[in-house]
C-alpha cells in the first residue's frame, strides 16, 4: 500500500515508472495499514497478547480485527473522541477531555511506563471502567469477561494529557496496561535509531520497489546490529565446577603435594625429585653422538639433570 504523496510523484516522473509498485498495490490509510499488519501477524499466528498504537491508527476497525482474536489492546485515541459506560459500572459520558477535567485529583496514580534513554518514565495515571462484555461475544467457545476501560495519562511536570482505550481480560491491574503503553516509545526509540544510523529515511522515492528494498535492507541490519548488541551485553554463563582431576604420575593412595598458600612451614624435600640410573658395565658403554654438557628431562613432576647421570657413570 501506498500513500498519496508516492503515487503522485511516481505519476509526475513519467510513463516509464508508472507502474512501479505491483499490480494490486493501492493507497490505504494509517488505520487501513495498522488493520492489514495486524491481519497478516494474526494469519502468521505470531505469538502476540497485545497491541499498543498511537492516535493516528485510529480505532473502530482494528478494535474489532483484535477482538475477535482474542488480543488485547492500548489505543491511542484524540481528546474528543466520546466515551460512555453501560451496565452496572459507574456512568462516564462525553469527550475524553471532559471526562478527564472533572476527574478528582486523589484519582491520579505515578507509575512508571518503564525504562527510558533518561531513566524512568514516570506519569500520573487515571482509568474509568466502561463495561463488562463475555469473551464468546467475539470468539466462539472463548470463555470469560473481558473489560473495556479509558486509560488516562498527565504530564509530572504540566497538565499534557493523553487518551486510550483499552480491551483486556476483568482483573488486569492497571500497571500491566500502562506497561504495554509504554512499549510505544521502544518502538519509536528503535526507529529513530535506525533512521540516524543505518538511513532507515535517507531514500528517494521513485519507486516502490526502491523504496521496498531499501527500508527491508536497513531494518534486517538494524534487526542484526540489536541481537549483536544483546548478545555481547548479555552476563557470561557460569563455569561448571570439575573435581581435581588425579596426577598420573602419582600412584593411587598416595596423594599429590600441594603448596598450600600462606603457610609458614614448608616441607624439607624439594618438589621435584632426582632419579638415579644404574650405572651401565664398562663394555657396554657407548659414545654420544653429540656432545652434551648439561640437559634436562622434565616428566610431570620428576627432573633427571644429564650431567648428574653421566658424572654417576663415571
Known sequence: MLSSTVRFTCRRAGPLIRHAWPEGTAFATKPALAVKMTERAIMASMPFA?????????????????????????????????????????????????IANDLDFAAWQRLSAGQGTKGERVHDWAYFELADLEADEYVYGVIGTWTRRLLMRRHVAGDDLAFFTTWCPAGTTIETRVGVEGHRWAIGDSFETAKNELGLDHHETRSWHGWRRHVSLAMLAFARLAAIRTRDNAAPPKRAWTSHRPDPLVRPGNSPYRHQAGTATHRASSRYRLVMLATCPSSRRTALAFPIKNATVILGRVCIYRSQIMAHAR
Open 50 to 98: 497485545w497491541v499498543a498504537a498511537d492516535a493516528v491508527c485510529g480505532v473502530g476497525d482494528i478494535e474489532q480485527v483484535l477482538r475477535r482474536a482474542g488480543k488485547g489492546y492500548v489505543l491511542g485515541v484524540k481528546g474528543d473522541h466520546r466515551f460512555g459506560s453501560w451496565g452496572d459500572k459507574p456512568v462516564v459520558a462525553g469527550t475524553a477531555a471532559q
